[in-house]
């Protein structure tokens, strides 16, 4: 019992801090370039967890190596699009619009495996889109660059969930697929950064410390804690704490950045965060989520 409620709190100390990614992210990025800021965030968690779980390593397969670079791809796409994207959307938008992978999900798997998956991921899609609708205003303040992104990032991030549980299911070890993709991205970042000109030094200590959060808390940490609490939480608990990463993320973008969405905008995060919760509180349409999404 005891570290059953220590794994619950952990998990509810995680999601919080995803949420509050969102906000970091989006004043990161105002200081430095996309690109830039991705490279360091990810090569930093990509050596961390190869320097910690480097016996890990030795079970790194041609095969699990492929599946990686695979999800990998899948993850850059992702974490691009929604760093890009907040470029131009509030935080708030950003953390419900992202949520929406756990919506998206079911339904990719359906049209690439025929899963059945009955009549629930169809309503919640439904919702979602309503919810989206109002989000955006009703379509009046819905940018290709902003909202747009966040969307095509959910799309990438349940893309990615797909490409993980095939992995998990073929045996590949989780951590090694982990650091594969982690390291990817980062390679990815850098050379676009590099190719753009891009790679600047980070200034100040407010950006160093928003990378340290980023990178070594909310990216390599949060995994590690992520795979122990999942080992002593149950399952329909820990997809209940999960599915409240948005919820965080609209918290945190109204109390530290000024996200004010208005009754219309409300009731359309409502939606979408009620249709995430449905998903995510199904057993047999919960997604597999080795890695944190935040």
């Known amino acids: 019992m005891k570290s059953s409620r220590s794994a619950e709190l952990a998990l509810l100390g995680i999601t919080s801090v995803w949420g509050l990614t969102f906000v970091v992210v989006q004043d990161a990025v105002e200081q430095m370039p996309v690109t830039a800021y991705l490279a360091y965030r990810f090569v930093a968690a990509a050596l961390l967890l190869a320097v910690v779980f480097r016996k890990r390593l030795t079970l790194l397969t041609k095969a699990a190596f492929r599946q990686g670079l695979w999800m990998g791809l899948f993850l850059t796409a992702g ?6 994207g907040l470029e131009a959307t509030s ?4 953390g419900f619009i992202t949520g929406l992978f756990v919506v998206i999900t079911p339904l990719m798997a359906w049209a690439l495996n025929r899963q059945s998956i009955g009549w629930v991921p169809w309503a919640a899609a439904g919702v979602s889109a309503i919810g989206l609708f109002l989000l955006s205003g009703g379509g009046s303040t819905f940018t290709f660059r902003g909202d747009g ?3 095509l990032c959910a799309i990438a991030f349940s893309a990615h969930i797909i ?8 045996g590949h070890d989780v ?7 982690l390291t990817l991205v980062g390679v990815v970042c850098t050379a676009m950064a590099v190719a753009e000109g891009d790679l600047v030094m980070p200034h100040g200590a407010g950006l160093w410390a928003n990378l340290a959060l980023t990178s070594l808390i909310t990216t390599a940490l949060a995994f590690v804690v992520q795979t122990w609490a999942q080992k002593h939480a149950a399952p329909d608990r820990t997809a209940l704490i999960l599915a409240g990463e948005p919820a965080f993320a609209g918290l945190f973008g109204w109390w530290l ?3 004010r969405l208005g009754l219309q905008g409300w009731i359309g995060a409502a939606l979408i965060f009620g ?4 998903v995510e509180t199904i057993p047999r349409l919960r997604p597999p989520r080795p890695l944190p999404e935040g």
Do not use: P
């Not at 974490?79 to 890009?84: R, W």
């Not at 951590?175 to 993709?181: K, N, R, S």
């Not at 249709?275 to 449905?278: D, E, R, T, Y």
């Open 175 to 181: 951590i090694a697929l982990v650091v594969v993709q």
């Open 275 to 278: 249709a995430i919760l449905a």
């Open 79 to 84: 974490y691009l699009f929604q760093t890009y």
């Open 257 to 259: 950045a000024g996200d």
């Open 163 to 170: 490409a993980t549980s095939r992995g998990v299911k073929a």
């Open 91 to 94: 935080a708030s938008n950003a």
């Open 149 to 151: 992104l966040e969307l």
